[in-house]
């Protein structure tokens, strides 16, 4: 590591980064249900509208107010994460500001435009509009957040795989020359309906829990069990779609960040034709240059891996080692250089660039153009130049490894869950089942479990990088006090405690007081 | 009107919009004022001097 990186107080990096992901873990709280929520009460309302019969309106009112509980409490939570760019992340934010500025800017218009401007309709509108005016509200609330989910994603699948852009050594930043490159980039694309249809599954067993409560209370019946048969056919879908789009996750990790794919497998040791460990114990102790065993006890799936990666039953998957040392086929067909001769390159591409800054300042011009097209010649490198050994470009891969299978293990639940539920409920078996209501109940934060679990595999599965291969977090970080990144980790700690203290109570209260009856509604 | 007529009739909304109010308040005035400066925007006036900045930092150069 160069001079100025490691002058940096190393507990700065790690106190930055999980004040970043203490917001964005609790920010990730309330976002999806927003979003799996408004999908099935825009559906309620839609049964409303096409059957006349007001037991869909009321339904569809009472998840309406749990819906905008979690969005009052939720709104702007996300804020937080903005001006953690701007502290504590300062090198980061300039060097992608042109990249990130465009869609944070379109997230902008469109979550105050159309969710501020629908939602009031949604919320104050009910016989003030024609039903279709408030039906289309509805719907359109729900885009609104989708939509605005949509830019925040594009935003971070291009930190995983940056492209459509240019680096200006004149201002040290990253321009975008390709808008729709960033947009339509098949890691954003799949990043986006991944998650989107995880939110959608979140919200079907929020609904369904809720609902199984009624049950054992033995209030709401015909409610309860509408509402379940709505949620558990949308989770049915969500959960589908998100295991589709899951493949389509591992093959692009498996391409594009094939580190990450590694540490989610627990693999050191490359191979055609690569096993998936279904359960395992792994060893914390492992380093990719020593030879204790990677696993201490685990049961795989032969060959399963290499399907889901390379889509192809023999194909070559490498372990840390391999990434490592190099030499392997990349998924683009070329040989894959080493770790050591990316960090050289990385290296030459920061001289590069402090050469074309001091060679311009001098007005030297054949200088700095000598010393641009180095850089040019080695930026795709230029984050590796930030590390003293291969060892500082593995992530955790232990967390990420058991995040992976908690993210999958729950999904397969779910796969099993939704099934079950709706074929109970159309069968009129659900609400004599206690255990099932007790089941569904307790399946609330498990959803919650599965949803973070699935962002620590993307987030800490990437590191140390900020934006792959050309910035790692030690690089993107500020470098200011310790103790203030400390404080201030404290501080939304209580805040956001506070507030998600603040959203079970009055959601408690509200689904206590259960559905207006036609007279409290008037 | 959505929002005059709605605001008037609000019972568990009131409760939602004094959070939302308190949270904005904390977010913005105190913790984005005492404890979130743009560290750039702070310091520089001019994008010239931020790249500068930002250029250092990456290249090691103090």
Request: net charge positive.
């Amino acid at each position: 590591m160069t001079s100025a990186t490691t002058a940096l107080d190393p507990s700065l990096i790690d106190w930055s980064r999980a004040q970043f992901a203490l917001t964005a873990i609790y920010h990730w709280l309330f976002v999806p249900l927003t979003l799996g929520l408004g999908v099935i009460m825009a559906i309620m309302e839609t049964l409303y509208v096409k059957t006349a019969d007001p037991k869909w309106r009321r339904t569809t009112r009472f998840w309406q107010k749990i819906f905008g509980i979690n969005f009052a409490i939720g709104v702007a939570t996300g804020i937080i994460l903005e001006f953690e760019f701007g502290t504590n992340w300062s090198n980061y934010s300039w060097f992608v500001g042109d990249i990130f500025g465009a869609p944070l800017a379109i997230e902008g218009i469109f979550a105050f435009f159309m969710e501020a401007t629908f939602i009031a309709v949604m919320f104050f509108g009910w016989d003030k509009v024609s039903k279709g005016f408030h039906l289309a509200s509805t719907w359109l609330t729900t885009v609104g957040a989708t939509l605005s989910a949509l830019w925040i994603l594009v935003a971070n699948a291009w930190m995983q795989h940056p492209v459509g852009m240019r680096f200006n050594p004149d201002t040290v930043r990253n321009e975008m020359v390709d808008f729709w490159a960033l947009v339509f980039s098949p890691v954003a694309v799949n990043k986006f309906f991944h998650t989107v249809f995880s939110a959608w599954m979140l919200g079907a067993v929020v609904v369904i829990g809720i609902s199984s409560w009624f049950l054992l209370k033995k209030r709401e019946i015909p409610f309860a069990l509408d509402s379940i048969k709505v949620s558990a056919l949308v989770g049915l879908i969500g959960i589908l779609l998100t295991m589709s789009t899951g493949d389509g996750s591992a093959y692009h990790v498996a391409a594009r960040q094939p580190m990450k794919l590694a540490a989610m497998e627990g693999l050191y040791d490359g191979t055609r034709g690569a096993g998936m460990t279904a359960l395992g114990i792994i060893n914390y102790e492992k380093k990719y240059d020593d030879d204790k065993p990677p696993m201490f006890w685990e049961l795989s799936f032969p060959k399963l891996l290499s399907l889901l990666a390379t889509h192809k039953i023999d194909g070559y998957v490498p372990g840390v080692r391999d990434i490592v040392s190099g030499g392997y086929p990349a998924a683009n067909g070329k040989t894959e250089p080493s770790m050591s001769e990316k960090i050289r390159r990385g290296k030459l591409a920061i001289a590069a660039l402090a050469d074309y800054r001091t060679a311009k300042k001098a007005g030297n011009a054949d200088a700095a153009r000598l010393a641009k097209a180095h850089l040019d010649e080695n930026f795709a490198y230029f984050g590796y130049g930030y590390f003293n050994t291969p060892h500082d470009a593995v992530p955790n891969v232990p967390l990420v490894f058991y995040s992976f299978r908690v993210m999958v293990g729950l999904g397969i639940y779910f796969l099993l869950f939704f099934p079950l539920a709706l074929l109970l409920v159309k069968r009129r078996r659900f609400e004599h089942l206690r255990w099932l209501q007790w089941v569904s109940l307790f399946s609330i934060p498990l959803a919650y479990i599965a949803s973070q679990a699935g962002w620590i595999v993307a987030e800490v599965g990437r590191q140390p990088w900020a934006i792959q291969d050309i910035l790692p977090v030690m690089a993107a970080v500020s470098n200011i006090g310790t103790g203030s990144v400390q404080l201030t980790f404290f501080i939304f700690l209580v805040l956001f405690t506070v507030l998600l203290a603040a959203e079970l109570r009055i959601m408690t209260k509200q689904i206590q007081a259960g559905p207006e009856t036609a007279e409290e509604e008037h | 009107m959505f929002y005059i007529d709605g605001f008037r009739a609000m019972t568990l909304g009131r409760t939602l919009w004094a959070i939302i109010g308190i949270k904005l308040f904390i977010m913005f005035a105190v913790l984005k004022i005492f404890f979130f400066p743009n560290l750039l925007n702070s310091r520089f006036d001019k994008s010239e001097e931020k790249s500068a900045f930002v250029a250092d930092q990456l290249t090691q150069k103090k």
